[in-house]
């Protein structure tokens, strides 16, 4: 483990389903981060949090939505998604947007 | 025209080879990170840089800020080295995240 955890680390969803991605680090991290990964494509970043507040939101979406109640905690809410989402879903964290980078796991989303 | 630009794509080579991967980068990015992704998909960190040079094991990283290019070299390959090599750039702002090469699938072969 890293030290940033996430669940589940394999989903697999219908398109009218809604489902979360739940990202835990206890690092002391002040930043936390969701990236996109799909196949043959290079890590996109899809939101930044600092300090709890939404920083950037990279043109993703609405059927994704973030969350981040604390420090430690990131969700990514999805719903009526589309078979083109299907991807690995990577969360990171560092300090002060810098340093001490960490990635999690990733979750192997499929959209059927 | 990507941000941050990686070659070669794929490489493959034989354990105990000396391995270099490039990257170069465009204006407005102050640091690098190379990071290493295994089947799976989990991404471990190797380095940061925004100068010079840094080591850790067999592992080499170089940065030439004024050609905004960057090395990471893999002394005597072993097959356990074998994964994809992303090199990714952090704006000046740093607000925006990391913005990521495509990467290079290495393979060492026993």
């Known amino acids: 483990e890293t030290g940033v955890t996430q669940t589940p680390r394999h989903l697999v969803m219908g398109m009218t389903n809604k489902k979360s991605l739940k990202c835990e680090q206890h690092l002391g991290h002040n930043a936390m981060y969701w990236y996109k990964q799909s196949a043959k494509k290079p890590l996109e970043l899809m939101f930044v949090?600092?300090?709890?507040?939404?920083?950037e939101n990279n043109s993703v979406p609405s059927r994704f939505s973030p969350e981040c109640p604390n420090s430690s905690h990131l969700f990514l809410h999805l719903h009526t998604l589309q078979p083109e989402d299907s991807a690995l879903y990577l969360c990171?964290?560092?300090?002060?947007?810098?340093?001490?980078?960490?990635f999690g796991s990733g979750t192997r989303l499929t959209v059927v | 025209k990507n941000e941050v630009e990686q070659s070669p794509q794929n490489l493959t080579a034989q354990e105990g080879e000396f391995i270099t991967i490039n990257c170069s980068y465009s204006v407005g990015i102050s640091a690098l990170h190379w990071l290493q992704q295994h089947p799976g998909g989990g991404i471990v960190s190797l380095f940061m840089?925004?100068?010079g040079k840094k080591k850790h094991g067999r592992l080499i990283a170089t940065i030439n800020i004024q050609e905004k290019h960057s090395s990471l070299h893999i002394t005597a390959s072993h097959p356990r080295d074998s994964a994809v090599y992303i090199c990714a750039g952090l704006r000046a702002r740093g607000a925006d995240g990391l913005t990521f090469g495509k990467g290079t699938h290495l393979i060492i072969q026993p």
């Open positions: 840089l925004s100068s």
């Open positions: 949090y600092n300090f709890k507040e939404q920083t």
């Open positions: 990171a964290s560092s300090q002060d947007l810098t340093y001490g980078y960490t």
